[in-house]
């Protein structure tokens, strides 16, 4: 278990079921856990009232709208806790990813710089670069 900001302490697997429910618009198993309107206030009513804002009204989510994250698409987003641990949700990738550990030491960049330079340009080349068969058959 690992501890976020909020001095919560989540399993990774604790924490993904969080972002699979945002990515389902809390719907699980078929029943819906909150409203897709509440889901909305959470995130779609931010962007379309304040689209320059990076975090969410009251709720804690670091949207990707303004491109925080130049390797991340524009509809991501993200909780964050301390020594970057992390669950991102991308809906257009239907991906939620969780990094629990200690902080990224990267002289030179900041706390989200970080992020974007280790974590997330890293993970959307392993999903959308070239496959290694790819790579394997343009050697031969």
């Known amino acids: 278990m690992n501890a976020f900001g909020s001095g919560g302490s989540f399993t990774a697997r604790a924490t993904a079921k969080i972002g699979e429910l945002m990515l389902q618009k809390g719907h699980w198993e078929g029943k819906a856990l ?9 995130l779609a009513r ?14 804690g989510w670091i949207l990707n709208i303004a491109r925080k994250w130049p390797s991340l698409p524009p509809d991501a987003y993200c909780g964050v806790g301390g020594g970057h641990q992390i669950v991102l949700v991308i809906p257009s990738l239907d991906l939620v990813m969780v990094r629990n ?13 970080v992020l974007d330079q280790e974590l997330f340009k890293p993970l959307i080349q392993a999903i959308v670069g070239c496959s290694s068969r790819q790579i394997a058959s343009d050697r031969y």
């Open 34 to 42: 909150f409203s897709e309107d509440a889901y909305n206030s959470v």
């Open 46 to 59: 931010q962007l379309l009232n304040k689209p320059n804002q990076l975090v969410s009204d009251h709720h």
């Open 101 to 113: 550990g200690e902080k990224i030491k990267v002289p030179g960049k900041t706390f989200f710089g």
